[in-house]
């Protein structure tokens, strides 16, 4: 004769607690298992986009941060900097680009550029040489406020990196 009662038994107790054993131990198994499968925090530091405050940049200002391993001088030009750029002929200069194809469309104070010279990869120093833009102490490379080679062995400007502004006071590089 078989009983039926609606009341528990031992063998459901068994039956549920062997299955939360299993689902615990089957997360145990998963959770290390996807989470390797994800790059690490240094590939991810590596190429992620970076956004850069310009609240506290002055102006005349130059910063420098680190993308991709490599510096980039976010410039905060001041009037006087940025005629300086447009006045000049840059049909005649080495790399010719005009001071509007370097910087973004209503923000012409901003100059963001790589901060490494395109002749043997230095770093230049800012707010230096006859053009007040970047001197390169290492073989003489001298950019302008528009970060375009003007004189030295460089054979091309300060290249642009790829930004954008997410707001007036903020920028996002990569």
Known sequence: MTSTSAE???????????????????????????????????????????????????????????????????????KEEIQAARDVDWHRLPDPAPDTDRVKEGHAQWLIVYGSCTHLGCIPIGHEGPYEGWFCPCHGSVFDTAGRVRQGPAPTNLPLPDYEFIADNRIRIG
């Not at 615990?24 to 970076?50: E, F, H, K, R």
């Not at 850069?52 to 102006?59: F, G, I, N, Q, R």
């Open 8 to 78: 528990p038994t031992r063998r459901d107790f068994l039956y549920i607690a062997t299955g939360a054993v299993a689902a615990v131990g089957g997360a145990a198994v998963l959770v290390p298992l996807i989470s390797q499968m994800n790059p690490d925090a240094a590939t991810i530091a590596a190429g992620a986009p970076i956004e850069v405050d310009l609240d506290h940049v002055s102006e005349g200002q130059i910063i420098r941060v680190f993308w991709r391993g490599k510096p980039i001088f976010v410039r905060h030009r001041t």
